[in-house]
């Protein structure tokens, strides 16, 4: 497994952060749903921006690690895009750790194998609702709602394509995941504001 599995879903357009963060919670979950391996107890969410419901894996670790990420791009690493536009990416990687030795045995290092990477990228308005006129205010939430609602459940079915794609990438033991915002701040505070937690090979029901 020496090429990383790199997928680059379309862009999300939404409006306001809560709605974006509501999309993004909604893709990692699918996403991290359908690659844990084993059996899980599973939980179903109702959005509260979209008409529509997710699953997700009932780990307390796992939720934790998704909203540490979309909290860290939606307050802090969303840039501007145009007039009361925003836009940024979020980047979700599954990898494995691997001890290699050097020369006798002697020193042994661990190293971080990357074998697949989804990009989800978002671009949210943040004009107020209430600058719209009041004849058009509720058909143009309407208009925005069903727009969003199509991009997303459009985005969904992809994950479920491409995750029912072929599996000889998908390493056969325990794994990890990495979630962390992608915007044309500093490497360092990418790196910084990664969220990590472990995916398990047939984990133990009650362990989740």
């Not at 194998?113 to 143009?140: A, C, F, M």
């Amino acid at each position: 497994m020496s090429h990383i599995k790199e997928h680059r879903l379309n862009e999300l357009e939404l409006w306001g952060v809560d709605q974006a963060r509501e999309a993004l919670l909604c893709v990692l979950h699918t996403i991290l749903f359908c690659r844990a391996p084993g059996p899980f107890r599973p939980q179903t969410v109702h959005a509260n921006h979209f008409d529509l419901a997710y699953s997700r894996v009932g780990c307390s670790s796992v939720t934790r690690a998704v909203e540490r990420a979309v909290t860290s791009l939606t307050a802090e690493s969303l840039v501007p895009a145009g007039p009361e536009l925003l836009k940024g990416s979020i980047v979700l990687s599954f990898f494995e750790r691997r001890r290699s030795r050097s020369l006798f045995g002697l020193v042994s290092n661990e190293e971080k194998i990357v074998w697949e990477q989804w990009t989800t990228p978002v671009l949210v308005s943040t004009r107020p609702r209430d600058s719209i006129h009041p004849r058009t205010s509720d058909l143009e939430r309407r208009r925005e709602r069903y727009n969003a609602d199509t991009l997303l459940r459009r985005t969904i079915s992809d994950v479920h394509a491409l995750v029912n794609g072929p599996l000889d990438h998908v390493p056969g033991s325990m794994y990890e995941f990495e979630i962390r915002p992608k915007t044309f701040a500093d490497a360092e505070k990418l790196r910084d504001n990664a969220a990590y937690a472990r995916v398990m090979l047939n984990p133990p029901l009650h362990a989740l």
